[in-house]
């Protein structure tokens, strides 16, 4: 299972998503205790599958009602807010996502794991919102301090054409492309950062 579980993750970024469905699939088999599996929402949400996306998040919550497992709660926390911006229901978006935070940090979740899934879904929000000039001083800091993630340089160039500064937009893209698209890094990270 440990091994399955390394390698969905590793393959995060692949083309092929129902590799990934498979690899879950033969994880929950293996399995001897039920232990919720939040790997099936992110999948079927590359796959655009609102209808099995809901169906795995009703699934994950019943699963975390029985798990005893504090950071199986974080998970759920995080998709009630992606489901609420999905829904174009922003404020409780970001309540959610504030909460999801609260319930990572109770559950002893890594912290930069948890502080880039939250910047990641307020991005989301603020853009909405029309409010994302608020996040300009983060979100170039953040390209400029995490080189190892390209999708902070990637956002700050989005960032800044929505913002209508083409001039930081374009250096931020150079920046981006210098080190060559190939080489991205085959992480979670890849399809946003591409797209």
């Known amino acids: 299972v440990a091994v399955l579980s390394a390698k969905h993750y590793?393959?995060?970024g692949a083309p092929d998503v129902h590799e990934r469905l498979a690899l879950v699939a033969e994880i929950q088999a293996l399995r001897t205790v039920a232990r919720p599996q939040h790997r099936w929402l992110r999948d079927y949400?590359?796959?655009g599958d609102m209808q099995a996306v809901e169906a795995a998040a009703?699934?994950?919550?019943?699963?975390?009602?029985?798990?005893?497992?504090?950071?199986d709660r974080y998970y759920?926390?995080?998709?009630?807010?992606?489901?609420?911006?999905l829904r174009g229901d922003l404020e409780e978006a970001e309540s959610a996502a504030d909460h999801a935070v609260d319930?990572?940090?109770a559950a002893a979740r890594g912290p930069e794991g948890i502080a880039g899934v939250w910047a990641a879904q307020i991005f989301a929000i603020r853009l909405?919102?029309?409010r994302l000039a608020e996040l300009?001083?983060?979100?170039?800091?953040?390209a400029d301090t995490t080189p190892t993630r390209p999708i902070w340089r990637a956002a700050a160039a989005f960032m800044h054409l929505e913002l209508?500064?083409?001039?930081?937009?374009e250096a931020h893209f150079l920046q981006l492309r210098k080190a060559g698209f190939a080489q991205l890094p085959q992480s979670v990270d890849l399809p946003l950062t591409l797209a």
């Open 10 to 12: 590793a393959l995060y």
């Open 45 to 47: 949400l590359e796959l």
């Open 58 to 71: 009703a699934h994950l919550e019943r699963q975390v009602a029985t798990s005893g497992i504090a950071s």
């Open 76 to 85: 759920p926390a995080v998709w009630r807010a992606t489901g609420a911006s």
């Open 103 to 105: 319930v990572g940090r």
């Open 128 to 130: 909405f919102d029309g």
């Open 136 to 142: 300009r001083e983060f979100v170039d800091f953040s």
């Open 164 to 169: 209508q500064d083409a001039e930081q937009a």
